[in-house]
């Protein structure tokens, strides 16, 4: 089926508290792309945003060091290209068909400085962008870290101030929860801590295909992250989730599992060893510098796009 | 001292002859009327058989007064609540009315006149009648002596017999060995004719090694000098179980040894450069104590590599069981090369404890393993603790480590650039651990067995040059056999009459020294050697079942053992446990052979490289507490309790868990330390159920209602 001609436009922003990974998921994005194959790719919409897309994507693969989380990354755009399957209608009694539809998603990365109830003038700004940018997007992947949220404790202070502000501007809905789109994504699902609770959960499964990486269902995400949440630093992560379920419509979130730089895999082996799978390494444990051990398999970095991609198409085909 | 008075007999020699006459538990009470108030004193014969005196402060007259006056009737109950048909009274103060008065009163209750004290000192008195007083028991000073066997067994010196008075003088010689740093114990017995021994006096100097002529002088009963020592004689501290511990087996133990050094080479340059010269110390200092009877391994190694396509710079054996020469030469040609790099929190420690192993035989000699460091080992797999990446090899440090505690009479040294926080650097300094910053090489050498041990306690029949000779006169007589009855005695296996003058006797039926030399790590490399004779009687026998004392254990080891009466379900029972221990974070690496008659298995457990919590959580490099892993285990018992429904007699013990069944009655307990000792000093109990409960004052749960705790008195 031919796909049709003109590109439908959607918005996605990449949403989490601060340091919780935006950057280097966006610079796996790239990577899991074209891992992928030739259907989806990202392309900055500016040059300078192509260089930072760029330095991003490199930074992973050849220097095998996170990204810094970049100040002002919110003042680049990138956009995906790709198509996306779309149930079209029929004329009258023809019931409907499978269109192909070409999308161009537009991704912003919004990364909030400050407090949100802070008094500053230029706070105050980047909230206001933080929130119009929620507002106008088709939806929202939002990001929990739950290394950061055990050592921090930090994400329910940041997504109550955000949504009660979202709500806030949204009050012409009484009543109505929000209408966007969540793909929550538990990322770090190659550090120790996490796949250790995910097993002790009984949560994991294995890949069939080399290299045969564990997995948790997007069915079982959810469980995850409510487990992660009960060891948060401060006890308030357990919130979190009643509070995304409480402002968005729960049939419009999605959980995730992801890892933007999957597990190490020895390349003379090519299959993933439970007993040695460590792809972050810490070289000083006090400090937060950490570097990559070998080759990034990002793990649902495209799912959580693409799935809300087809669900914002789907909306629009009704 | 003269107490004359016409027709009365001297006071002193009425003194004398009470004090003669003391025997057990009497007591010879005297009031003395002072210018202050009436004193009173107790004479009686401490456990030595030396007279002792002792008294109160006086009781003011105005306490015997009324109204000003001292009342006749306050002073006879005064004096008659003391012993009247032993008790003398004497005066000091002639000149005081009110001393007079009481005299006279005194007088007229008890019938016989006071004796006044001449110069009114009469502590004074006292003292020089009691000095002067015989010894009742046989005096010694404790001594070693060398076997046709070689080994040192204790004897003693006679010093004085019963009869003996102040001013007696003997003279003897001993021979003395380098002491430790606390230096040469003279411990001076006192014997009863049936033979039971009391310590009466523990002193040390620090004397250089060899012969002393000696005299000993009774200064008073229960009091001996020595002249003859070049340095002073000071009071001893540590206890005599420790000091009769640190007795070798053997005067001239050294076999060959095998000095194995292996020295981390990561870091900066000034850390490795620290490190090489204190083994360059090490291997000199062995080198010379040994007298060259030792051959020398060396061994370095670093960090495994971050990336996979780093190269790799493994485990590097510079020179293997050669000559001391040969391994500093090697050792100075690491000098001035760079510090190996890779990734920085570990050290391939579980790469090098693998060659050592492997390559280890025991025909170069007692081994002898010195790591000297500062970072942990890579884990044999993902370690959520620590986080640190695992060893591409997938070496396992706690199972070589194993492999080479099983080396007879193997010493394991670390020195470390740090205060090792627990851990493989507490395993690897079992028997001697010092920081770089502080290094002692010849203290060090000593605790590893590399020199000429430290021998406690003078030595008799040693001739001048220092070889064993016949005994002297002094060690042949035959009584000399009681003290070495006396120092058994005080080892265990006798009645040990000593040991109740032993304060902290610790736990009921255990002593000190027993419980001393079961905690590794306390006793020098010799201790076992020392208890073997009483360590023997303790591979028991418990029922059909023969219980080897158990092995020894790394500090994150858990000791498991299963004792079942019915044979069938064992599979059952046994696979309950690992599940148990499972479910807690540990995990079965080692297993003795089951012993067959009931069944009875131990095993030993040690953390996962899962850890204890699968939950994100914060990284634990100590491990959890011995508290905390017994209360999991306790909250994870199902599975075993499951296990033994069908059991009727059954003993578990998980570490500081002990669940026992008898008759079908569960029993869960949470053991002290000293219950654990107790059942490491006694492992037939853990294949006895009834015993267990009696020995260790445990009670089914059924019976914790009515009965004290069934956890003892706790620590």
């Known amino acids: 089926m031919p796909p049709s001609r003109a590109a439908a436009s959607q918005s996605l922003t990449l949403w989490g508290p601060p340091s919780t990974g935006k950057t280097t998921f966006l610079a796996a994005l790239s990577v899991a792309l074209i891992r992928r194959g030739p259907v989806w790719r990202v392309v900055g919409e500016s040059e300078d945003s192509a260089r930072r897309l760029i330095e991003l994507t490199t930074a992973l693969t050849d220097a095998r060091e996170f990204p810094q989380a970049t100040a002002g990354i919110g003042h680049y755009r990138w956009t995906l290209h790709g198509r996306v399957k779309r149930r079209v209608k029929r004329r009258r009694w023809f019931g409907s068909r499978q269109q192909d539809e070409d999308v161009n998603v537009s991704l912003d990365l919004v990364d909030p400085q400050g407090g949100l109830v802070s008094s500053s003038w230029s706070d105050r700004t980047a909230q206001g962008d933080l929130i119009a940018n929620l507002e106008s997007s088709s939806g929202i992947l939002f990001l929990f870290d739950p290394i950061r949220e055990f050592e921090r404790g930090d994400a329910f202070e940041h997504t109550f101030g955000v949504l009660e502000q979202l709500a806030q501007r949204a009050k012409n809905r009484p009543g109505k929860r929000l209408p966007h789109y969540v793909a929550i994504c538990v990322t770090k699902f190659d550090e120790v801590r996490v796949i250790a609770t995910a097993e002790k959960l009984g949560l994991l499964s294995y890949d069939t295909e080399p290299p045969g990486f564990p997995k948790v269902a997007d069915e079982d995400a959810r469980e995850l992250f409510a487990e992660l949440c009960n060891v948060s630093r401060n006890g308030n992560a357990e919130l979190v989730l009643p509070l995304l379920e409480q402002h968005f419509q729960p049939d419009r979130i999605k959980y995730f599992v992801t890892s933007a730089i999957g597990f190490y895999v020895d390349p003379r082996k090519g299959r993933f060893d439970p007993d040695d799978y460590q792809n972050r390494v810490q070289p000083n444990p006090a400090s937060p510098e950490a570097r990559i051990r070998g080759a990034i398999y990002p793990i649902n970095v495209v799912e959580p796009v693409l799935w809300l991609s087809r669900q914002v198409s789907s909306d629009r085909a009704r | ?715």
């Open chain 2, 1 to 715: 001292m003269s107490d004359e008075s016409p027709g009365q007999v001297p006071l002193s020699q009425v003194i004398t002859a009470r004090v003669k006459s003391l025997s057990g538990d009497m007591v010879v009470q005297i009031a003395e009327l002072a210018e202050a108030g009436i004193v009173t004193w107790e004479l009686r014969r401490d456990s030595c058989g030396s007279p002792r005196a002792r008294h109160w402060d006086p009781v003011p007259w105005s306490e015997l007064s009324e109204q000003g006056e001292l009342s006749r009737t306050r002073l006879m109950g005064f004096i008659r609540r003391l012993d009247r048909s032993g008790l003398l009274l004497v005066y000091t103060d002639k000149r005081s009315p009110t001393v007079r008065l009481a005299r006279d009163m005194a007088m007229a209750i008890t019938g016989a006149p006071p004796a006044f004290v001449p110069g009114g000192r009469f502590e004074e008195l006292l003292g020089q009648i009691l000095a002067a007083e015989p010894i009742t028991q046989w005096y010694e000073l404790v001594t070693l002596r060398q076997s046709a066997s070689g080994r040192l067994v204790f004897t003693g010196v006679s010093l004085f017999p019963p009869g003996a008075r102040r001013g007696d003088r003997t003279s003897f010689s001993v021979r003395c060995e380098p002491g430790d740093e606390y230096g040469t114990v003279f411990a001076v017995t006192a014997l009863e004719a049936k033979g039971r021994a009391r310590l009466l006096s523990v002193q040390s100097a620090k004397l250089t090694a060899g012969r002393y002529d000696l005299t000993a002088e009774l200064r008073r009963p229960g009091l001996v000098r020595f002249d003859g020592l070049p340095a002073r004689l000071n009071p001893e501290r540590r206890p005599w179980t420790a000091l009769v511990a640190s007795v070798p087996a053997e005067r001239h133990p050294l076999h060959p040894s095998h000095l194995i050094c292996a020295v981390e080479i990561s870091g900066t340059d000034a850390q490795v450069r620290d490190r090489l010269d204190r083994v360059d110390q090490l291997i000199k200092t062995a080198a010379r104590g040994t007298e060259q009877r030792l051959s020398v391994s060396l061994v370095t190694y670093g960090p495994h590599p971050v990336h996979w396509n780093s190269a790799e710079e493994p485990v590097r054996v510079l020179t293997w069981a050669r000559s001391g020469a040969e391994a500093l030469e090697q050792l100075w040609r690491l000098e001035g090369h760079p510090a190996a790099i890779g990734y920085p929190r570990a050290a391939q420690l579980e790469c090098v404890l693998t060659e050592i192993a492997e390559r280890l035989t025991g025909q170069d000699g007692r081994p002898v393993v010195v790591t000297v460091g500062a970072r942990p080992p890579f884990p044999p797999r993902v370690d959520p603790a620590t986080e640190i990446i695992p060893c591409p090899a997938r070496n396992d440090w706690r199972r070589a480590l194993h492999l080479l505690m099983d080396h007879p009479g193997i010493a394991f040294g670390a020195i470390t650039d740090r205060d090792p926080a627990g851990g493989i650097w507490t395993s690897l300094g079992t028997d001697a651990a010092a920081q770089v910053s502080a290094f002692d090489a010849r203290r060090f050498a000593a605790r590893l067995g590399l020199l000429s041990p430290n021998i406690p306690f003078p030595l008799t029949g040693i001739d001048a040059s220092g070889a064993a000779g016949r005994p002297g006169p002094a060690a042949t007589r035959a009584e000399k056999d009681s003290t070495t009855r006396f120092v058994e005695e005080v080892v265990g296996i006798g009645p040990a009459s000593f040991v109740e003058d032993i304060h902290d006797l610790g736990f009921p039926g255990v002593s000190r020294l027993e419980r001393e030399l079961l905690i590794p790590g306390q006793g020098s490399p010799s201790a076992p050697d020392a208890l073997a004779p009483v360590m023997a009687p303790l591979r028991t026998v418990a029922g059909d079942i023969r219980i080897p004392p158990p092995p020894r254990l790394l500090k994150s080891d858990v000791l498991v053992s299963i004792y079942l009466s019915d044979t069938d379900l064992h599979k059952q029972v046994q696979a309950a446990v690992e599940e148990v221990l499972k479910r807690v974070g540990l995990e079965v690496y080692r297993r003795e052979d089951p012993l067959a008659g009931s069944w009875f298995r131990r095993m030993i457990a040690g953390p996962t490289a899962a850890g204890t919590n699968g939950l994100a959580g914060p990284p634990d490099a100590g491990g959890p507490s011995r508290e905390a892993t017994s209360r999991q285990v306790i909250a994870n018992l199902g599975p075993l309790l499951n296990g033994l429904s069908a059991e009727r007699d059954a003993v578990v013990r998980l570490g500081s868990v002990l669940i026992v069944k008898t008759n079908g009655l569960v029993s869960i307990n949470q053991l002290t330390p000293r219950q654990e000792d107790l059942l490491n000093l006694r492992p037939d109990l853990t294949a006895a159920p009834a015993e267990i409960l009696i020995a260790l004052r445990l009670l089914p749960y059924e019976e914790m209602d009515d009965a004290d705790s069934p956890f003892g008195d706790g620590d």
